[in-house]
C-alpha cells in the first residue's frame, strides 16, 4: 500500500505510521522545496507537487522509530515502521485438558481487535504474545476437550489491516502411559501398547535397555495414536527397561517398563 506524508505550510511534517512492505510519498503543500534524507534519490518534493514513492524499512528489527531530516530546512519528519499484519500458517494444535498458546498472527500494530471473530468456542480467548512489540496474538486454549474446532478469525490490528481466514484447531487426546501388567507369550509376536494419545510422531530414541527382540513402534492414526512394544519370538522371562517417549507437542512419558513372558 502507498502512503501519503503531508508537508504542511511552514514545511511540519506530518508523523506517519506504515507496514514495512507500505511505500510512502511526500506531498508538498508548503511554498517552499522541501528534501527528505537520507534517502536522497527522487525524493525533493517541489511546492505542490508529490516526490516519488519511497519503501521505508526494507530490512532490520522491528518496530522501529525513524527520524530524518529536510535537507533544505531545519525540519524534520517522524515515521513508526511496524511489521506486517500477517496470519501463521498451521496446522494448529493443542492438547486435551493442557492450558496453551497458539500464534494466531504475527506483526501489525497492538492493539488487535478479534471481536468480529465467528464460531470461537468458549475455551478459546485471544491475546498478544509481547504487547506493544509488533508480533501478533495467540489463541489461549484453557481446558479445552479432545476433538477438532472450527472458526472463522476476523482480526484488525491498530493500523486498520484486516486478516479474515477460517482456522482449525485439533486438540488431540493427553499423552499418558498404558498401565500394566504387560503380558506375553514365549515365541509369539505380539503388540502391546505401551503410551497413548498426543499427537504423532512419537520421540522413543531416548528409551534405553529395550531388547533387540523388543522395537518401540508408533501408530501416526489420529483416533488411535501411542507407542507400541512390537515383540519378535520374544524368549521365556521378563525383560525391564526405561521408557521415554515425547509426542510432536513436547508431552514427554518417562517409565520404568516391564513386560513378563510366560
Known amino acids: 500500500m502507498s502512503k501519503q506524508i503531508t508537508i504542511r505550510p511552514g514545511g511540519a ?24 534524507v537520507p534517502w536522497c534519490y527522487g525524493l525533493r518534493v517541489d511546492p505542490g507537487k508529490p516526490s516519488n514513492s519511497f519503501q521505508a524499512v526494507p530490512g532490520g528489527t522491528l518496530p522501529q522509530k525513524l527520524i530524518y531530516q529536510d535537507a533544505l530546512s531545519n525540519q524534520s519528519g517522524v ?18 485438558g493442557q492450558n496453551s498458546s497458539i500464534s494466531m498472527t504475527s506483526g501489525g500494530k497492538s492493539p488487535y481487535n478479534t471481536s468480529a471473530s465467528a464460531g470461537v ?43 479474515q481466514q477460517p482456522i482449525t ?12 501388567p504387560y503380558n506375553a507369550h514365549a515365541g509369539q509376536n505380539t503388540s502391546i501398547p505401551l503410551a497413548q494419545g ?9 528409551s534405553t535397555g529395550v531388547p533387540s527382540w523388543i522395537t518401540l513402534a ?10 507400541f512394544a512390537v515383540l519378535t519370538n520374544p524368549p521365556r522371562g521378563s525383560a525391564t527397561f526405561q521408557l521415554n517417549a515425547t509426542d510432536a507437542q513436547g508431552n514427554n512419558i518417562q517409565q520404568q517398563i516391564t513386560i513378563t513372558v510366560t
Open 218 to 227: 508408533q501408530s501416526t492414526s489420529q483416533s488411535n495414536g501411542g507407542v
Open 198 to 206: 498426543g499427537q504423532s510422531p512419537y520421540n522413543t530414541s531416548p
Open 79 to 96: 515515521m513508526m515502521v511496524y511489521a506486517d499484519f500477517a496470519p501463521q500458517s498451521g496446522p494448529f494444535a493443542g492438547t486435551a
Open 121 to 163: 468456542p468458549s475455551w478459546i480467548t485471544f491475546a498478544e504474545s509481547t504487547p506493544g512489540n509488533s508480533s501478533g496474538f495467540n489463541a489461549v486454549l484453557t481446558n479445552p476437550p479432545a476433538g477438532s474446532v472450527t472458526f472463522n478469525l476476523n482480526a484488525t490490528d491498530g493500523l486498520g489491516y484486516n486478516i
Open 13 to 36: 511534517f506530518d508523523q506517519i505510521e506504515v507496514e514495512q512492505s507500505d511505500d510512502v510519498f511526500w506531498s508538498n503543500n508548503d511554498s517552499n522545496p522541501h528534501w527528505p
Open 169 to 180: 484447531i485439533t486438540v488431540y487426546p493427553a499423552f499418558q502411559l498404558v498401565p500394566g
